[in-house]
């Protein structure tokens, strides 16, 4: 089943923080997160593997709570580059990634 | 480092016409394989995946194939090419937890 994200879409001023959810119905064995550009694959951000971790790099981390099926993404003191669509993946069985809908983030100046 | 690639960037193609879309790895052995479609303002649909070659596991019933010859190509098909089929169509590789994309091919169906 695909998870759940939310917001569908947010805009930002450049240093305001905002926080991407992605809910999965199973029980999930990682989360990955991806940022899109307009025509552009997706990128990978960051992997959170089972156990209920946190991770982040520069001003953007993310934790998975295994038990309620949850990811979230923080970004923090956006910038303009972070505009994009971010998407998590779900991983419930063997190496296959269900996406989210995606969420459309807007960082204006 | 490994490298995906992903040719044609574009295509254009009429309604019925045949298609082929190849994807090759740089820089790595056996991984796993991807074919995703994304369309327009949508979420990424997996529809194809291989653990190795000849392994293709199908996802989502529709008149694509696709077919890995070697262990780091792999290639989508279709005998005929339907106007839903439009889309922009990646590839990925993982090889462990991670999964990268390639750069992608949009395909417009007329």
Redesign the interface.
Known sequence: Q?PVQSPQAVILREGEDAVINCSSSKALY?V?W?RQKHG?????LM?L?KGGEQKGHDKISASFNEKKQQSSLYLTASQLSYSGTY?C?T?WEG????????TILRVKS | SQTIHQWPATLVQPVGSPLSLECTVEGTSNPNLYWYRQAAGRGLQLLFYSVGIGQISSEVPQNLSASRPQDRQFILSSKKLLLSDSGFYLCAWSRGNEQFFGPGTRLTVL
């Open positions: 695909q990682s990955h991806y552009e694959a997706p990128v990978f992997i593997l998407f993946g991983e190496n296959k990634l269900v996406f989210g809908a995606g």
